[in-house]
């Protein structure tokens, strides 16, 4: 090969590898915008939810204060630099606090599709207008992910969703169960609907998503319709105690359905229905009432905490105290379970906190998918999250619910001599 060929081959090397370069440069810096913009939703969302605090002065409580240091994330094709905005509560007590579920603390890497996917198009995003994207993100993991691949894998996890929902829970108990109704306007029809979902915890301490289907949340019809399709699945015992919000629908189907369980009301969706019937000003001293309620040691001392809260602001705010009378024995059913149990009991959060990223969007996205589509994803959602729920504490508790310990204040009741 004479002198002129050689230079010629390395220079033609030379450019492929250039443009090989610029490809990877173009594709990571898609996956950055992708990637930050995401992240600033999920900060306007969060501002806008809480748009309703107020300081002592009546300004907006939390708002955006800047952005934190920027940090790196390995993905299939190299580090990406990405900025979170900075969320601040101005307020001098109960601040809330943001924490990104898009970006948390600790992550150092991309997510996997299972997550990624289904994140980003309850979020709003199309198929056409992340593919690309999502091939810098995952690498070796997205090879031949095209938008035409990306239905395909829906349309699988359509099939695997349905097999899911048939399989056999013959052999399943469940001592506890968490219950809610996740609102998405996004990619649905105009009629303001919910996805159910249903979440229990095993004798071993292990929570398991029990069913995600489609429905409305106070509807009775369809938790009906969710339970008895338990059911038919196997499932022969209900839960010794739920926990849910005051949705009539799910409690209502469960005493026709599951009559022995006892119910547990959320303290959280409690505390804010309760704080919304008072004037802003005394919120914070409510708050802190209500939560020397629900975190007094024993029952006695809660009803005493209950008592005060209602001759305090009966006579001035009656709407806020009915709301906080009206659930009184189904509030403090906990204390009839293991102490170790309480944090687990007092609250939905465990489903709530699963879709905190995707579920305050209101305005519908263009090309709207199939309510099926949508129901898939919120469950492949869950599904991937699922992996990082963490057991109950003092599990072995768990049998002694099973076998009907009674539990007064959270201590076994012991037998008499």
Not at 8 to 28: I, P
Not at 201 to 226: C, F, H, I, P, Y
Request: with cysteine; proline share 4%; net charge positive.
């Amino acid at each position: 090969m004479n002198q002129h060929n050689v230079i010629g081959l390395q220079t033609q090397a030379s450019a492929l590898a250039e443009g090989q370069l610029n490809l990877e440069q173009l594709l990571r810096q898609g996956a950055q915008r992708m990637l930050q913009k995401a992240i600033e939703n999920e900060v306007q969302e969060f501002v806008a939810a809480h748009g309703g605090l107020r300081t002592e002065e009546d300004r907006q409580a939390v708002v955006r204060n800047g952005s934190l240091p920027a940090r790196q994330i390995l993905t299939g094709l190299g580090p990406v630099d990405l900025q979170q905005p900075r969320v601040r509560d101005r307020r001098s007590a109960d601040k809330v606090r943001f924490s990104s579920q898009i970006l948390p603390k600790y992550l150092r890497r991309a997510p996997s599709l299972d997550a990624l996917i289904p994140a980003l198009y309850l979020h709003g995003i199309s198929t056409g207008d992340f593919t690309e994207a999502l091939e810098s993100i995952l690498g070796p993991n997205a090879v031949g992910l095209s938008a035409a691949n990306i239905v395909r894998l829906k349309e699988g996890w359509e099939g695997e969703y349905e097999q899911w929902t048939a399989r056999d829970l013959s052999d399943k108990r469940y001592v506890y169960w968490w219950a809610d109704g996740i609102y998405f306007n996004v990619r649905l029809d105009d009629q303001r609907r919910c996805i159910l979902v249903l979440m229990g915890a095993m004798a071993d301490g292990t929570k398991e998503l029990l069913a995600v289907v489609d429905g409305e949340r106070e509807s009775k019809l369809s938790w009906v319709d969710l339970l008895r399709g338990l059911k038919a699945q196997g499932l022969k015992t209900g839960p010794s105690l739920a926990v849910g919000d005051g949705a009539l629908g799910f409690w209502a189907a469960m005493a026709e359905e599951y009559p022995s369980a006892r119910q547990q009301r959320c303290w959280v969706h409690k505390t804010a229905n309760v704080l919304d019937k008072l004037p802003r000003i005394l919120q914070p001293a409510a708050k802190d009432k209500i939560h020397q309620i629900y975190l007094a040691p024993t029952k006695e001392s809660a009803l005493k905490a209950f008592e005060a809260f209602l001759a305090l602001y009966e006579l001035k705010y009656p709407k806020a105290c009915e709301c906080l009378r009206k659930d009184k024995d189904e509030l403090l059913t906990f204390y009839d379970f293991p102490a170790a149990h309480w944090p687990h009991l007092r609250t939905s959060n465990p489903i709530e906190s699963t879709f905190a990223t995707v579920r305050l969007r209101t305005e519908r996205t263009k090309g709207c998918g199939s309510r099926t589509a949508t129901l898939t994803m919120v469950w492949q959602l869950a599904r991937a999250a699922q992996k990082g729920w963490r057991r109950l504490n003092g599990s072995a508790f768990l049998v002694k619910v099973i076998e009907g310990v009674i539990f007064v204040d959270g201590e076994e009741k012991k037998a008499a001599a």
